[in-house]
């Protein structure tokens, strides 16, 4: 069994692999390098490693698992979250948060849930009728700008409800996805 620390963020879970033991360092890369007087580490998701700190203030668990995925979609990412601003919109409305840069960890995971067979999570996804919400900042702009995109040029009306109810009903996007869909309800 491996370890892993699980971490909050904002849009949900996170956990990267721990080792509290030299026995643990194996087949990390880094047998040799980490002395046993710096145990525990946590290996990030950067080819690096780190002292792990009880007491960080994002630090939840340590959990142990086999599984190349340890933590569950609804965990990684949350669902339905009252506080949404990125991420994946189902066509039955649910929600699944995930930061500036997660589409694609999101969609993975979401692909892996509800699609095993999916081979390109976001191509996917958006072929079944999900839409992304992404944020248009390009490093340039001052404000950052949410944008809805759907893949498929159309949106169910749950989905549009859950976009009222995010206050992104005005979006010139929407209007358009909802004026070309309305007759389909």
């Not at 506080?83 to 979401?110: M, Q, V």
């Amino acid at each position: 069994m491996k370890k892993y620390a699980v971490y909050r963020s904002d849009t949900g879970q996170y956990c990267y692999r721990y080792a509290d033991s030299l026995q643990q360092i194996q087949g990390t890369g880094f047998e040799g390098l980490i002395r046993e007087e710096q145990l525990p580490v946590v290996f990030d998701d950067k080819g690096g490693y780190f002292s792990f700190d009880p007491n960080d203030r994002r630090f939840v668990e340590v959990i142990e698992s086999d599984e190349a995925f340890p933590l569950p979609l609804d965990r990684m990412f949350k669902h339905n979250d009252p506080s949404f601003k990125l991420g994946w919109i189902s066509p039955d409305g649910d929600t699944y948060s995930c930061g500036y840069t997660k589409h694609s960890k999101c969609a993975e995971s979401i692909a892996r849930t509800f699609y095993s067979t999916a081979k390109l999570p976001e191509l996917t996804l958006l072929r079944k009728g999900w839409i992304e919400v992404i944020d248009s900042w390009d490093g340039v702009q001052r404000d950052h700008r949410r944008y809805v995109h759907a893949e498929q040029g159309w949106i169910t009306r749950k989905q549009a409800d859950r976009l009222f109810n995010l206050g992104l009903y005005e979006k010139p996007e929407v209007q358009e996805l909802i004026n070309s869909c309305e007759s389909r309800w």
